[in-house]
């Protein structure tokens, strides 16, 4: 794995926003053991108010509030795929009430949720092609992928020429 990089700037200057961060694994094929782990890391950031009351149909949460229902990863859109770390902490700010998902400063349900894999976001529905046979596709926050087996052009090949007698007299072999 190559180092992380810095953070992004993040998506909102208040309400709550999101950075996110992305590593690739060099000198392997995906789903190797040496490429085991997370490619992607994101965290809620700027999460006070803009205004005295939260926007939209976001809450304000203590950070007693937040530790008590678990954490703040738990209500990030691109914090729901396998393969993304989530290194958000529990501070005093807006978030999402149970059930949406926070992402670009709004509160989206699941189903609405883009997905992130190898510094990209993809939209919901959105189609990541894998090789010339499989693809991932944004599916409620996570990439789903298709595991169809690959053709192979397979057959006989023509016959080559034959080679020399292995003999100039009795018996040889020709091939």
């Given amino acids: 794995w190559g180092l992380w990089p810095p953070w992004s700037t993040c998506s909102a200057p208040c309400d709550g926003g ?59 859109c691109l914090a729901q795929g396998p393969g993304v770390e989530c290194t958000s ?29 190898h510094r ?6 959105a189609v990541a092609h894998l090789n010339s046979c499989n693809n991932y596709t944004c599916d409620s926050g996570e990439m789903a992928c298709t595991s169809k087996p690959c053709p192979v052009a397979c057959g006989w090949s023509p016959w080559t020429p034959w080679s020399l007698c292995s003999c100039s007299c009795n018996v040889g072999i020709r091939r």
């Fill in 120 to 125: 990209c976001v993809y939209e919901q529905g």
């Fill in 89 to 117: 902490f529990c501070a005093p700010g807006c978030t999402c009430p149970p059930g949406l998902f926070l992402h670009n400063a709004s509160c989206l349900p699941r189903t609405w949720c883009p997905c992130q894999m």
């Fill in 18 to 76: 999101i950075q996110t961060r992305g590593h690739s694994c060099s000198g392997s094929a995906a789903g190797d053991a040496e490429c085991q782990g997370h490619h992607s890391q994101t965290r809620a950031c700027n999460t006070q108010p803009c205004t005295a009351q939260c926007p939209g149909d976001m809450v304000f949460h203590s950070a007693e509030q937040c530790r008590q229902e678990g954490d703040p990863c738990s209500r990030l």
